[in-house]
């Protein structure tokens, strides 16, 4: 199976983890909330520390519990660890197997701290250390760029959400995600057509803020680690903080602007972008001002919400950075310099 199967295998996967997990994360659930926890200590690297980017916002907002990244190498090579009295560490990894994550469950455990891990890999290192497991059920990923690893580890950290927050409608909602995505798969070949007009890009900005912030990390590395675009993430408020200076006329603006809290900031940057700077501007979006500001656009479904958004949206952005990929006439399958499991200390 290629990259290309393994992104279109992400509907399949959703549904897999909710009927295969949800019990599983029920019963965490019910555990953390006897548990007096403060805070979440993340710990993750690459695809899996834009996960954590999301179960950032999704915990804070839905569940009202902070949550801190952790600094991996604390743990690792100074062996100077934070204490994490009041804490739940939890870990994202595909691999389960990246020693610095491994040496912070490792330490959280000598703290006597509870511990989470969420993989594919429910029988790997990390999840020794850990209390509990949720396996993300995406099968064997072969393809080097991860896709259906980061979508189904979303979904557990919407899952564990809907969970402590007992919300049944959260839950129905949830349950769409597999129905949302078939029908972004569907366009497909409009990815590819527009893939072409991108042939010639070297450089861009990804734009997203709030929930989407995490799309536009994840979007902009894979990106540059397929095919070699330097692409830089930014939220919307915070590119206004100095780097919008770097655009000028025809410069390529990805930006993420789903309907929610932050469409009007969003909208407000798109439609200056586009007026005084006249950049080359590619939206994904379910909203139909956001999709008239573009040069290039890929309407979403509708009526995904904004808490969902990030588990749908990544895809076309995955389907898009494989077709330029093509374009480019790079590997899909075996990008330079990169192997499936990245062991850091």
Excluded at 256 to 277: I, P, S, W
Excluded at 294 to 319: F, K, M, R
Excluded at 331 to 341: G, H
Aim: contains cysteine; charged residues 20%; aromatic residues 8%.
């Amino acid at each position: 199976m290629g990259l290309r199967e393994e992104i279109r295998e992400q509907p399949q996967v959703a549904a897999r983890i909710l009927a295969e997990q949800r019990e599983n994360i029920e019963r965490i659930a019910v555990d953390i909330k006897r548990k007096d926890i403060a805070y979440v200590f993340l710990a993750a690297r690459g695809t899996s520390d834009n996960a954590g980017r999301y179960a950032k916002y999704l915990w804070g907002a839905y569940n009202q519990i902070p949550l801190a990244m952790a600094t991996p190498s604390l743990f690792s090579i100074y062996q100077q660890p934070p204490q994490l009295k009041n804490s739940l560490v939890v870990s994202i990894s595909q691999s389960g197997k990246s020693p610095d994550i491994v040496s912070v469950m490792a330490e959280a455990k000598r703290q006597g701290q509870p511990t989470l891990t969420i993989t594919n890999m429910p029988d790997s290192p990390l999840a020794e250390y850990a209390d509990w497991t949720i396996d993300v059920c995406a099968g064997e990923e072969k393809a080097v760029a991860a896709t259906k690893s980061y979508t189904s580890s979303l979904m557990a950290a919407a899952m564990l959400s809907c969970a402590l927050s007992g919300d049944e409608e959260r839950w129905e909602k949830l349950s769409m995600v597999p129905f949302w995505l078939e029908q972004v798969l569907t366009k497909e070949d409009q990815l590819a057509y527009m893939a072409q007009r991108y042939r010639y890009m070297d450089a861009c900005v990804v734009l997203g803020r709030g929930f989407q912030y995490a799309t536009a990390y994840e979007w902009a590395l894979k990106m540059k680690e397929m095919c070699y675009v330097i692409a830089d993430p930014y939220s919307s408020a915070d590119f206004q903080h100095g780097p919008i200076a770097l655009v000028e006329h025809g410069f390529p603006v990805m930006a993420l602007a789903n309907k929610g809290e932050v469409l009007g900031d969003m909208l407000g940057l798109m439609d200056l972008l586009r007026r005084e700077h006249h950049v080359e501007l590619f939206t994904i979006s379910d909203d139909n001002d956001a999709l008239r500001l573009a040069n290039s656009a890929l309407a979403l479904p509708a009526g995904i919400p904004e808490w969902i958004s990030p588990i749908v949206s990544i895809v076309p952005a995955q389907l898009f950075t494989y077709h330029l990929t093509r374009v480019k006439g790079f590997d899909t399958e075996s990008p330079r310099s990169l192997s499936k499991v990245t062991e850091t200390f």
